[in-house]
């Protein structure tokens, strides 16, 4: 799985700026922005969980390799836009293609095995389209998506989905959506990741 951040330097320190006169509008104090960094002043939002300034940033991540059974895991957050690759478009495509065997199986042979009978179903159906067939795709099928989401609804996924008890492959993508942003601003997340 690769996750890379599509928001700018440029577009995190304007949204950063928004965000902090948000919280110094909440308290009539915009003129202390002049004196102070606006990270002062949204790390201290943060130790006071005044979370609602948060969103005031969005981040917008091109994760690729994604199996389906995170999707649907990820699919479960509220707060966040998806636009998902369409099996409807690329499902024959990528079985032609071999992307599968490239990006995601690995040597697990039960994988193998059943990506042999999808691809031997498949050429037995020529007429079959691709809606039909994707109700037998298997849950390790790779998808490519863009994700956008405040900071606020990311750090309640990162909190909830570094955890140890959650999917591994969903805690590796909650710490490369970390791991993606400039250091400089991870101040916004890192508190969120469960050791």
């Not at 690769?2 to 009539?28: D, G, R, W």
């Not at 099996?87 to 042979?109: A, S, Y």
């Not at 990311?154 to 955890?163: Q, S, Y």
Request: aromatic fraction near 10%.
């Amino acid at each position: 799985m690769e996750v890379k951040l599509l928001t700018t330097p440029e577009q995190f320190s304007a949204m950063e700026y928004n965000a902090a006169y948000a919280m110094l509008i909440c308290h009539a104090n915009t003129d202390k922005l002049q004196s102070e960094k606006p990270a002062e002043f949204l790390k201290r939002a943060i130790k006071a969980e005044h979370f609602s300034v948060l969103e005031h940033i969005t981040l917008t991540y091109e994760v690729n390799n994604l199996s389906r059974a995170c999707l649907q895991e990820l699919a479960r957050h509220r707060h966040i836009s998806l636009s998902v690759e369409s099996t409807r478009h690329t499902l024959k495509k990528k079985l032609v293609d071999d992307f599968i065997e490239n990006e995601v199986i690995g040597n697990d042979m039960d994988k193998w095995e059943y990506l042999g009978w999808f691809r031997n179903f498949a050429s037995k159906r020529p007429d079959i389209t691709n809606d039909e067939l994707k109700y037998y795709l298997p849950e390790f099928w790779p998808t490519n998506l863009i994700l956008t989401a405040n900071i606020r609804a990311l750090r309640e996924l990162i909190t909830k989905r570094t955890n140890p008890a959650a999917l591994e492959e969903f805690q590796d993508l909650a710490r490369k959506f970390v791991e993606a942003v400039p250091d400089e601003f991870k101040y916004l997340l890192e508190d969120c990741v469960h050791e």
